[in-house]
């Protein structure tokens, strides 16, 4: 792991256990403490032959499905297209069919209430090993909730946002029907995006209706050819799309490594460009605030230091920080107490800390203004339904303190505590945990296949709904269960999710109700 951590990071080693402490030459005003444990050499054995095994049993099923033995639910080309081309192709499907089919009640699983610390999920069950599933017509009600993004607590349907989204509905209506640039620009907009400016500390901003767009169809709009997109290895899947759509040379440098980006920014101001070695016309830092799998907050003191030293420009991706780091709740630049106007693009979203939905672009005026002409999103899309904006301004003016409360930072302080909290109880009860100790994303690894389904069967027995990820989102020795802490949760839900209990008896089914249609 040594080659994972920053040259001048002190790191400091318990068994198999990694622990990087801040370094970085003193550029952090406060302790930056970040676990990975290696996996044990046993258990990566039999999670490798776990999977071989599976792999073994699929190939045979696929041998008695060709032959009509076993019947394949799988969607396939009709007999009559076979010369066509091909729609579906069975060896990719491979996974699908044989591995993930044998778990897939663990994933998808409807929910009929607010996504808040508590939420009621539409009971199911499956006749045919989960190729599909029939409704029983009953709700299982109380489950909490440890899945959702809703880290403040704003997923609710009472209190002030919830009424102030309702009045705007009557007043607005639900859609716009038109783009910002056309007959769909609201005076709303205008003053959620100079709120956001505000909140973000920069000159200006501008939103977006869709969290994932606003990464994939604006990353094109800043970068294009002869340019250089240096990306983390574990960035979100709409930053790797962005890039790609945006015609740069993509260069991927280790996870958190400040070693691996000073070597590539080295690198490319040195050689430049391939075969002609002329200057790089701009070169772009990727880096999120919270990766969401890995439950790591970027080093940005030593990623800012970095850009600075080497004239690149940075895009910061906020949208599991924003809302949940920081002791004003302005996300990761705020937890370091770091200058907004360092970084280049601040980029972020409204799908979890402020329970709504879409994106935004935080930067210099003139950043924004070129966005505004040049960014696909901002150009073709519809614009923000009226009730999420109006969600967006009064849960951020919640956490501004401008609504004359201190329900905001209140939540924000709770959030902190409450994930030091879960972490530590974690940590004593033996588990291994991935991340950093002020993440509340807690990744808490299962590593073997047959324990992905049986944690989140066995969780949602006791009423406690997981996230439980293997691979191909994980590596695959490195399948997990991942919990997302929320303001909303109390000490006694998340006593309840970290002692060990029994399951109801068979017959005895936990908060169940009928569905009514």
């Given at each position: 792991y040594k080659s994972d951590c920053w040259s001048h990071s002190s790191l400091h080693m318990v068994s198999a256990q990694h622990t990087s402490y801040n370094g970085g030459l003193g550029l952090y005003n406060r302790p930056f403490n970040e676990s990975f444990e290696e996996t044990p050499l046993l258990v990566a054995v039999l999670t490798y032959m776990g999977y071989g095994i599976l792999t073994i049993f699929g190939y045979l099923r696929d041998f008695l499905r060709d032959w009509k033995?076993?019947?394949?639910?799988?969607?396939r080309e009709r007999e009559e297209q076979r010369d066509f081309v091909p729609l579906y192709q069975d060896f990719e499907n491979f996974y699908t069919r044989n591995l993930y089919m044998r778990i897939r009640d663990s994933w998808n699983r409807p929910i009929c209430s607010v996504p808040g610390a508590k939420v009621d999920l539409v009971e199911r069950v499956s006749h045919d090993y989960n190729w599909t599933f029939d409704y029983t017509g009953r709700v299982v009600g109380g489950v909490i909730n440890m899945g959702s993004y809703n880290y403040l607590g704003f997923a609710e349907n009472t209190g002030y946002c919830a009424e102030a989204a309702a009045e705007v509905t009557m007043k607005y209506g639900v859609g716009v029907a038109s783009t910002r640039q056309e007959m769909g620009n609201l005076d709303r907009h205008e003053e959620m995006e100079a709120l956001v400016a505000k909140f973000l500390g920069v000159e200006s901003a501008i939103a977006f209706g869709m969290g994932f767009a606003t990464n994939s169809m604006n990353i094109p709009a800043l970068s294009g050819k002869g340019c250089l997109i240096l990306s983390d290895e574990l960035n979100h899947a709409s930053l790797v799309l962005g890039a790609r759509l945006s015609g740069s040379t993509i260069r991927v440098f280790k996870h958190n490594n400040m070693q691996s980006l000073e070597?590539?920014?080295?690198?490319?101001?040195?050689?430049?460009q391939p075969r002609t070695h002329r200057p790089w016309k701009k070169i772009?830092?990727?880096?999120?605030?919270?990766?969401?799998?890995?439950?790591?907050i970027v080093r940005l003191p030593e990623v800012i230091a970095l850009k600075k030293r080497f004239g690149a420009y940075l895009y910061l991706d906020e949208a599991h920080s924003i809302g949940a780091l920081g002791p004003a709740g302005r996300g990761v630049v705020d937890y370091f107490g770091l200058d907004p106007r360092d970084v280049d693009v601040m980029m972020g979203t409204f799908t979890k800390s402020f329970g709504a939905a879409g994106g935004y672009i935080g930067g210099r005026r003139e950043l924004i203004d070129?966005?505004?002409?040049?960014?696909?999103?901002?150009?073709?899309?519809?614009?923000m339904s009226p009730p999420v904006v109006e969600q967006i301004i009064t849960s951020m003016k919640c956490i501004m303190g401008e609504d004359g409360t201190t329900l905001g930072r209140e939540r924000v302080k709770r959030l902190a505590e409450n994930t030091v909290y879960f972490r530590r109880k974690m940590?004593?009860?033996g588990f291994i945990i991935y991340g950093n100790s002020d993440s509340p994303v807690v990744p808490m690894m299962l590593y073997l296949p047959a324990k992905i389904g049986a944690f989140g069967r066995e969780m949602l027995k006791r009423n406690i709904g997981v996230v439980v990820v293997g691979f191909p989102a994980t590596p695959i020795i490195e399948s997990r269960a991942r919990f997302c802490i929320s303001a909303a949760h109390t000490k006694d839900m998340l006593d309840t999710v970290t002692t060990p209990r029994?399951?109801?008896t068979p017959g005895h089914k936990m908060a169940a109700v009928t569905l009514h249609t």
């Open positions: 033995i076993e019947r394949c639910h799988i969607a070597k590539m920014l080295r690198d490319a101001i040195v050689h430049g772009l830092i990727l880096v999120e605030g919270i990766y969401s799998m890995e439950g790591s070129y966005l505004r002409v040049h960014s696909h999103s901002a150009v073709y899309a519809t614009s940590t004593e009860m029994q399951p109801p």
